[in-house]
């Protein structure tokens, strides 16, 4: 290379290095967090998002905490019998036992809990919470997390629902003469919900109980920090749904948060990771993740690939299941990534 385009290339990169790192706003010292006439902001993935923002907000009006209206909103869903994709309700493992991650996050300290692949506990979610608050870890897993529960005196339930331990049956016998973890995934809809609550804070938390008939152990992105879900006090707070492996290869929710440290709309940047992923994964935008975001100004947007997915929004003014925008293939642009 000449020096003449050496030095060039020096000074485009500098330009280009010192532009990022202002917009990322590494050293920028953001205003404390203050009260918003918006708030509360309750954001959840999915219309069984609704009643769950609903029982949160409850639990504000009566005058409890962020971090309550999070555990009790998610435990409405974990504790919905008919929902096959959070609690003990959902889908079990190739092993025909459900294994549980859950996360909860709060801004205030920037503090965390999370469990993951934790078997026979009716709220998860709790249970994340106890360890972000009496523990100096962040993550329990599998059996310790089970043990850790048991010590706390969790509430108890069966290893698997009845209905879902016959369809499981149904599914081994149609799977003998295929190798265990292939194929696409049975349908899992995680709960995420975000919140800024009225004194200008962020919370959130994650409950799920994965990919239906994954291996045993397989844990997803929801219990992972900065993939299902992300808070960050300054800026806004993310949270995903759908393929974990999807999500957690790219921090997906960590990266919905940066842009909007960058100065995106929460929609926009759900829209812009949802590109980002696209553009590096070999897949494309076949995908199925979906991401739920929400700024400290209670500001907020969700996308998803294919077709987009239906979010949940509750304020005290109203409370509504939206749709997201979607982002397909035909909207790839011409940066090829890894895309064979
Ligand atoms: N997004 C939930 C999971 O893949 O486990």
């Not at 532009?19 to 309750?42: C, E, I, K, R, W």
């Not at 809990?113 to 897993?141: F, K, W």
Request: with cysteine; aromatic share 6%; proline share 5%.
């Amino acid at each position: 290379m000449s020096r003449r385009r050496f030095l060039r290339n020096s000074t485009l990169s500098a330009g280009t290095v010192a532009a990022t790192s202002s917009s990322l706003g590494a050293a920028q010292v953001l205003p404390a967090p203050q009260v918003n006439a918006l708030a509360p902001v309750f954001v959840s993935t999915w219309p069984f998002g609704k009643p769950a923002n609903e029982a949160g907000l409850a639990v504000l009006t009566a005058g409890g905490l962020p971090l309550d209206a999070i555990e009790r909103g998610i435990g409405v869903t974990e504790s919905d019998p008919t929902n096959g994709s959070v609690g003990l309700g959902g889908i079990p493992n190739a092993d025909g036992v459900v294994q549980l991650d859950a996360c909860i996050m709060s801004g205030p300290g920037h503090q965390a809990g999370s469990v993951a692949a934790l078997e026979g506990y009716v709220h998860p979610i709790a249970i994340a919470r106890r360890v972000m608050e009496t523990t100096g870890h962040v993550m329990l897993v599998g059996d310790g997390a089970r043990k850790f529960a048991q010590q706390h005196g969790f509430e108890r339930g069966p290893a698997v629902s009845a209905k879902q331990k016959a369809a499981w049956k149904k599914w081994r016998t149609e799977q003998q003469h295929k190798a265990r973890g292939e194929g696409k995934p049975k349908n899992h809809d995680t709960i995420a919900m975000i919140l800024l609550a009225p004194d200008g804070n962020l919370y959130g938390g994650c409950s799920t109980s994965g990919w239906g008939y994954k291996l045993a152990g397989r844990v997803g992105d929801s219990p992972i920090i900065g993939s299902g879900l992300y808070v960050d006090n300054q800026v806004g707070a993310a949270g995903a749904t759908g393929i974990g492996e999807n999500v957690m290869r790219y921090c997906g929710s960590f990266l919905v948060v940066e842009l909007m440290r960058q100065g995106l709309h929460p929609q926009e940047a759900c829209l812009e990771t949802l590109r980002r992923i696209a553009a590096m994964d070999p897949k494309g935008f076949d995908l199925s993740i979906n991401f739920i975001a929400l700024d400290r100004r209670g500001r907020f947007g969700a996308a998803g690939t294919g077709q987009g997915f239906e979010y949940s929004v509750t304020t005290r003014e109203f409370s509504r299941v939206l749709q997201s925008p979607g982002l397909t293939s035909a909207d790839i642009g011409p940066v090829g990534g890894n895309r064979k």
